[in-house]
């Protein structure tokens, strides 16, 4: 598949145009224009790099890429990065806010159907879910746990049951204060100082389930609709991070 018909496709299932990013959605490096194997992941860094190398990839698609518009600084760690690229000819591709928020590919929707909550309705960049029975948040917990292979929640409970659930993955713990009276249990991938307290005034339950494991969704979505769709040999690499 040439690359660039692929940056198309992928702009338009995930509706790029809408979104006002902190990175250029896209090609973030240019490679080979033929485009057979990619590597997907949630981080693009000189680690995960060397972990994809000997693999052989056409291309990288992660869900962050190299951070920043136009002309960049190009010096240190970051010029070794991209070198890594360009002398493998290898492209990256980078899709941040558009892989959150997306209803059919996102890191949120696709969370919140792991749970197996209804979706209901769009917030900031994630999405209000809700039960058909409540349950208790203890269970929860570890229906969560389960999901994203993670043991180390940091969590605050407020209310014995949950039933109308928001989630809003990576850094969303400020977002807490603009949750709908109704939510019960608000799940992200980040926590405050203050956030207990938030949770607490606010009689909210709150989980922070991780940046990088509540980010996982969306790109293993992406990836594997891709590879169904085109006929791409699609591999998932992980780097954990804990954070």
Request: charged share 25%; no cysteine; hydrophobic share 40%.
């Given at each position: 598949m040439n690359l660039f018909d692929l940056e198309k496709h992928i702009n338009e299932i995930l509706k790029v145009e809408q979104f006002d990013d902190y990175c250029k959605n896209g090609i973030q490096v240019e490679g080979r224009h033929e485009v057979k194997k990619i590597a997907i992941g949630v981080s693009y860094n000189n680690?995960?790099?060397?972990s994809v190398k000997s693999w052989g990839p056409d291309a990288i698609l992660v869900h962050h890429g190299l951070f920043g518009k136009g002309v960049i600084d190009i010096t240190g760690y970051k010029k070794k990065r991209i070198e890594n690229?360009?002398?493998?000819?290898?492209?990256?591709?980078?899709y941040h806010l558009p892989l959150d928020a997306s209803f059919e590919y996102g890191n949120n929707s696709?969370?919140?159907?792991?749970?197996?909550?209804?979706?209901?309705?769009?917030?900031?960049?994630g999405y209000k879910g809700k039960l058909k029975e409540k349950v208790e948040f203890q269970n929860l917990i570890k229906q969560v746990k389960e999901i994203i292979n993670n043991q180390k929640l940091i969590y605050y409970e407020n209310k014995k049951y949950s039933k109308n659930i928001t989630v809003v993955s990576g850094s969303g713990a400020n977002f807490i204060e603009k949750l709908d009276p109704e939510?019960?249990?608000?799940?992200?991938?980040?926590v405050e100082e203050h956030t207990r307290d938030i949770a607490k005034d606010m009689g909210v339950n709150?989980?922070?389930?991780?940046?990088?494991?509540t980010?996982?969704?969306?790109?293993?979505?992406?990836?594997?609709?891709?590879?169904?769709k085109f006929d791409l040999e699609v591999k998932y690499f992980e780097y954990y991070n804990e954070v």
């Open positions: 680690t995960f790099f060397e690229l360009i002398k493998n000819d290898i492209s990256l591709l980078g696709e969370f919140l159907r792991k749970l197996g909550i209804e979706i209901v309705e769009e917030f900031t960049f939510v019960d249990t608000y799940i992200t991938g980040s709150f989980i922070n389930a991780g940046h990088y494991s980010e996982t969704f969306g790109i293993k979505r992406l990836g594997k609709y891709l590879e169904e």
